[in-house]
């Protein structure tokens, strides 16, 4: 096993994170998972106990330092160290589910607030909080979880996407400025995952296509999203997962400072 030993958090036990967590435990790994909501956590974290590891179940809002700050506490209290850190948190504010236009001049100032703090702001805090231990160490893995979204203009997704792209700037910086300590920093970007998010997320869309009036969110996402894909099938969590697994094993140990596209071809940059 390639992470037998190793000590990891996931932050967002849920949808693409419980993926993530399942591939790292199957690999040796005990895992702390940290999600908002505890029913996600624990889902999570039974599944890594029924996998043979050790597991611990954590609630906290991610874009609190002082919840962030607590539980990486009770992460090294419980297994002493830490040697993964697995930045998954990410979607939309609640002000983006109650906007009724798509359009940039419609954004509530909210809508940006709500963004970029649940999708960069949590990975600055809990990078912040185990960088330390990663220093002190000299070792440490760290993915932050950034989208193809990032990547490519999305009018209608503008503050997902601008935040996702701040994540990958975030990445490449700070890989710069770990690589002293033998800390590797890396982001993944998921390409389509029809999630129980993006269900939601189309569902909010829809009524602003008017291309897609009638649509189920599952029919949409295929004729708008799925069609493109050169391989022809969407992503699964443990398409993510395993990536994970690469990119904090000794195998991409001269890896750092990347962004790893995990789209089917959909994005060739």
Known sequence: ????????????????????????????????????????????????????????????????????????????????????????????????????SLRFVDQEEAEWDQDLSVNLKTQVLMSRAVVPYFIKQNSGKIINMSSIGGKRGAPGNMTYGAAKAAVLHFTKSLALELAGYNVNVNAICPGVLFTPLLARGIAHRIPFIPEAK????????????????????????????????????????????????????????
């Open 1 to 100: 096993m390639k992470l037998e030993g190793k000590v990891a958090i996931v932050s967002g036990g849920g949808g693409i994170g419980q993926g993530i967590v399942r591939c790292l435990a199957e690999e040796g790994a005990d895992v702390a998972v940290i999600d908002i909501k505890e029913e996600s956590a624990n889902i999570a974290a039974n599944e890594v106990k029924k996998l043979g590891r050790r597991s611990l179940a954590l609630t906290a809002d991610m874009t609190d330092s002082k919840d962030v700050g607590q539980v990486v506490k009770n992460i090294i209290d419980t297994f002493g160290k830490i040697d993964i850190l697995v930045n998954n948190v990410g979607g939309h504010g609640e002000a983006y589910w109650g906007g009724t």
């Open 214 to 269: 009638g649509m189920t969110a599952r029919e949409y996402f295929n004729k708008s999203t799925l069609s493109r894909v050169p391989l022809k099938r969407e992503q699964t969590p443990e398409d993510i997962g395993r990536a994970v697994v690469f990119l904090v094993s000794e195998d991409a140990k001269n890896i750092t400072g990347q962004s790893l596209n995990v789209d089917g071809g959909l994005i060739m940059d």
